[in-house]
């Protein structure tokens, strides 16, 4: 069974259920996060959500996205000291990261097609969640690049 994307509303029904109420700013931060697909880093949720709240500081929608992330509704990419991505799709998948403009594409799997090898079985490990990300170019890079080497 392939799992998809939860939507907005079902988080918020989700948070609803738990007796979780989310502030208009914070509904408004996890509706962007849902709706794209562009994995963004908080500094452009700061930025998206500044458009409609001009008042809102980068603390509180750092605070904001880390709220969402315990909630278990967004996830967190981080990748060491470069800073975090943040992603509305809270079901396990895997990436394809595009190594010219950053674009990462969101790829359905369940984990246990994904992790479906003997060796962790034999450790007796218990996986919680995994994280796999393919590395390469997307479709718009990949013309742009066969667009250079042809006027070279
Ligand atoms: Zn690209
Ligand atoms: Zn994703």
């Known amino acids: 069974m392939m799992q998809q994307k939860r939507s907005y509303s079902q988080s918020l029904a989700d948070l609803k259920s738990r ?3 989310l502030t208009p700013q914070r509904q408004v931060i996890l509706q962007f ?3 794209t697909d562009e994995h963004p880093t908080a500094e452009q949720v700061y930025q998206k959500i500044g458009e409609q709240f001009p008042g809102i500081s980068l603390a509180t929608v750092y605070n904001t996205l880390n709220m969402l992330k315990e909630l278990g509704v967004i996830r967190e990419m981080s990748y060491g000291d470069m800073s975090s991505r943040y992603d509305g799709n809270d079901t396990e ?3 394809l990261v595009c190594q ?4 990462v594409i969101d790829i359905m799997c369940p984990p246990q097609e994904m992790l479906a090898t003997p ?3 034999q450790h007796n490990f218990k996986i919680h ?3 796999l990300e ?4 997307c ?3 990949q013309s742009a690049q066969s667009f250079k080497s042809d006027a070279s």
């Open 119 to 121: 060796d962790i079985a």
């Open 139 to 141: 479709p718009a890079c």
């Open 134 to 137: 393919y590395y390469g170019a």
């Open 33 to 35: 996060l849902k709706e």
């Open 93 to 95: 998948h895997a990436h």
């Open 129 to 131: 969640s995994y994280r």
């Open 100 to 103: 010219s403009c950053n674009h």
């Open 19 to 21: 007796g979780i109420r």
